[in-house]
């Protein structure tokens, strides 16, 4: 006869979470879930960005499509990025004027005011009311095609979604946002024109000449270089959260709100890297 | 020689996440065959035509086409297929951003680059064949009311002269005088034109009209499959309820 065990003593089991993690690990679990999932999306983007490229540089392209993208994306945002630039420029000019005579400052307004449009408020400004005004557009416009199965429709009807969605929206967003940080360059330092006359008594025509003389060609350059990344960044979010987006009315909502949230941060972040880089050059 | 069916599903298995869609489904039609599927909402009709068109991929086993794996196609070898495919959608899935003849003529102008007169011609006799008369063709999807841009979707489904034709519900929101001319011109195109078509629909009077044979799906399987003429006289307990609509019986009516 085996000899009699003792009871041992009880000990509860360690509690568990649903899907059977111990509760006490249930906070990494989170966070290894939090990784995955975001290494897993940064791959779909990262897939999502290879083909768009490949469709937008190799033809076949759909000229009518990218016309109207043009017309859509690049002419229609005039207004919202000309009075941005005015107001910025002209607030530029202020802050400059009010803060700036502690170290008189204020004799040296127009370039600082063009300098700062031409490197840096210009494209990022701009970039951000595109995110605001085409990304969501633009991701409204896919998430519901996919959501009235028009994408599909494409398909069956021999024709590549990718080149004629997508490919036309990245090409105008890549290359009208360069355009568009022109435009509030030239507008935002017009608005600083404006103040320095009001408040400084710059002569408009003295003032041209100060911007332009110390303005270098790199100045407009690298600003301009930041904008067609910026642009790419745009057409890229509002395109892919529109092609994800599922769910009906409200992922199509869901994949607008993405489209802008996405952008604005990428737009800051790669902003941030790009300076760095040109800083280097 | 044993004939190749025009479409096959091999033993198909298709789920999004919960139970199964399709569990092993099995089904052919012959070309110059009309085959209607009937069955309850969320059966899976909708995704056994998808998968038949590759626009979603089998879990497991295969659709074929004229004997090819559908979703082994490369993407010109889908867009090949593709110009031998008509598709009607549910919703007719129009491009809202382009005109009615625009939509209708969208394969002629963007896959086979015909010029924009004559596939504007082309659109409007494919209009005429769906009871809808030139002056709609300058209009924007979004000025028709729900039947017309079905009507307007079976247009550009049927203008390409496929020999392969899908159509999901092909009759829903249309008048019966409409859904007869609708349910004549598919009847015509596979005994005229000689082409195969796959519907799906929950109209009896139109899957009796359209169909050569008819095939029941419940709980992702074929439960039966037989001449359009048995519909009425088969003893299938599926077929029996689904044909009078019997709240009880083999069908759980609770979703």
């Known amino acids: 006869m085996p000899p009699a065990r003792l009871p041992l003593p009880h000990r509860p089991a360690p509690s568990k979470v649903a899907g059977g993690v111990p509760a006490l690990l249930a906070p990494l679990a989170a966070l290894g879930r939090a990784v995955l999932g975001g290494c897993a999306a940064v791959g779909a983007v990262a897939r999502f960005a290879g083909t768009a490229l490949h469709a937008a540089l190799t033809p076949r392209w759909f000229g009518r499509q990218i016309g109207r993208q043009f017309f859509t994306i690049g002419f229609l945002s005039l207004p919202v990025v000309g009075m941005t630039a005015w107001f910025t420029g002209a607030a530029l000019a202020l802050n400059i004027y009010s803060g700036g005579d502690r170290f008189n400052v204020e004799t040296v307004l127009p370039q600082i005011v063009a300098l700062g449009l031409t490197r840096e408020l210009g494209p990022v400004l701009a970039a951000l009311m595109l995110a605001g005004r085409v990304a969501a557009a633009i991701a409204s416009e896919i998430g519901a095609m996919r ?3 028009q994408v599909d429709a494409l398909v069956t009807l021999s024709t590549d979604p990718m080149r004629y969605l997508v490919a036309p929206r990245l090409i105008a967003a890549t290359l009208c946002l360069p355009l568009l940080a022109m435009v509030a360059d030239a507008i935002g330092i017009l608005g600083g024109m404006q103040v320095g006359k009001s408040l400084l008594d710059i002569a408009p025509r003295i003032y041209v000449t100060n911007t332009f003389d110390f303005l270098t060609r790199w100045d407009v350059e690298s600003g301009l270089i930041k904008a067609m990344a910026f642009g790419f960044i745009v057409g890229l979010m509002g395109c892919y959260h529109g092609f994800t987006a599922s769910g009906g009315a409200r992922g199509v909502g869901r994949a607008t709100t993405q489209a802008v949230v996405t952008s604005a941060i990428l737009i800051l972040g790669s902003d941030y890297l790009l300076t760095s880089l040109f800083a280097h050059l | 020689m044993t004939q190749i069916p025009k479409l096959r599903w091999n033993s198909v298995h298709k789920r999004f996440g919960g139970p199964p869609v ?46 090819v794996d559908v979703a082994g196609l490369d993407a010109d070898q889908r867009a090949a297929m593709f110009g031998k495919v008509g598709m009607l959608f549910q919703g007719g899935a129009l491009f809202d951003s382009l005109s009615v003849w625009e939509n209708v003529a969208f394969r002629l102008l963007n896959a086979e680059r015909m010029d924009r007169a004559e596939a504007r011609a082309r659109a409007v006799e494919a209009l005429a064949l769906v009871r809808l008369g030139e002056q709609v063709a300058n209009l924007f999807p979004g000025e028709l009311s729900g039947g017309m841009q079905k009507r307007v979707g079976l247009a550009r489904a049927i203008v390409g002269q496929p020999e392969l034709l899908f159509f999901d519900e092909p009759t829903t929101g249309l008048d019966p005088i409409t859904s007869a001319a609708i349910n004549e011109l598919i009847r015509e195109r596979v005994t005229g034109l000689g082409c195969t078509a796959v519907s799906i629909t929950h109209d009896l009077h139109s899957a009796r009209t359209i169909a050569d044979e008819i095939a029941m799906l419940h709980k992702g399987r074929i439960v039966w499959h037989g001449p359009v003429a048995e519909l009425d006289t088969t003893d299938n307990p599926f077929v029996r309820q689904f044909v009078s609509g019997s709240p009880t019986g083999p069908i759980d009516a609770n979703v």
């Open chain 1, 147 to 149: 959501a009235t199965e």
């Open chain 2, 22 to 67: 399709l569990d092993g489904m099995e089904l052919a039609v012959a070309s110059g065959r009309s085959l209607v599927l009937i069955g309850g909402s969320g059966q899976g009709k909708s995704v056994t035509i998808k998968l038949a068109l590759g626009l979603l991929k089998p879990d497991a086993g295969s659709v074929t086409l004229d004997g």
